[in-house]
């Protein structure tokens, strides 16, 4: 009987080693327990995006505010207008807000741009981290496009110089870690539109973003819906914003001596013209201090290559330059940075 109880105690300290291993497996499992809460995120997002695409897909026809589909971030412009999944850049709220969040110093930043009639655009964006116990990040930015003047014939024979177009967009973002590897944002947007001088219009618009990295930071994964709002109203006729949804995929490459390579493929689809519009990207950076950019737009009825570069200059400042090979114009832009 002493036998079999002393027996019985050893099988019992047997089982608690055992429990005591299936608990010790389970906390090695809980890393991809997270994984498995931020796929299931990533899932409600394209639902939600999904179901709103649902909402708006009645038909096929034309959106108004052109602004809020312009490039504006010259880095994202070179590399194909790649930008969904592109952080530590303060334009990049105008792709995904989520990236605010990357933020990891206050920033100021210009565009400019030329086109071929005497128009332009310009803008200015600042942004900061917020002290949080997540990272959390702000921006505000403004950009202004101006179409260029032309001439109106009126039927008793006299004429007219006017602005064929003055646009200006506000936006304000917000964006913050949720857990280590995901973040999202939101942006709010105000656009005031001017036609010719005469008619004039304005629209409230909403994104939403989100982005997902892998544990060493190399693979980014982004998703965002834009411009879900009100219409533009001229006069009589009511026009839809442009609502779309964007997502894009990078991944860093380091190679020998300082030496690193960015991919990037990135694509929205604007749901009432129902179109996709989709672009690849590269940047090479040698030291984090030069960088050499390249990128393709692949739009429905044509393509387009772009090409850029950067010099980044004391930590701090940067300076940036992009261009379209394009046939009908090659736009040439610049924007200035400044890190502090």
Known sequence: ??????????????VNKSEQKCKKSERKKLPFTSFHCLSLLFTVSITFFHFLSLSF???TGTTAGVTLLSCVGVRQMAMGNCGSSLGGDIYSMFYNPALIADLEKKQLSTFFETGLSNDYKASVVYGLPIQSSKKVGMAFGISHLNGGEMEINYVDGTSRDVTSQSDFLSILGWGGYWSKNVSIGY?????????????????????????????????KIGLSGQNYG????????????????????SYHFPLPTSHFLLLTIDGFY?????NVYSSAGLEYSISEKYFLRGGIKIMPERYEFTLGAGFRFSQK????????????????NVSFSVKF
């Open 1 to 14: 009987m002493r036998y079999k109880i002393k027996s019985v105690n050893g099988s019992d300290k047997k």
């Open 230 to 249: 009100t219409s533009l109203k001229y006069r009589s006729e009511t026009e839809s914003l442009p609502f779309l949804v964007r997502s894009g995929i």
């Open 270 to 274: 604007i749901m009432k013209e129902k």
């Open 317 to 332: 400042y940067s300076l940036d330059w992009a261009t379209e090979l394009s046939e009908l114009n090659n736009p040439h």
């Open 57 to 59: 897909a009645s038909g």
């Open 187 to 219: 942006n709010l947007k105000y656009l005031s539109t001017k036609l010719i001088e005469d008619y004039s219009s304005s629209a409230i618009a909403f994104d939403m973003g989100i982005q997902l990295k892998s544990k060493n930071e190399k693979l």
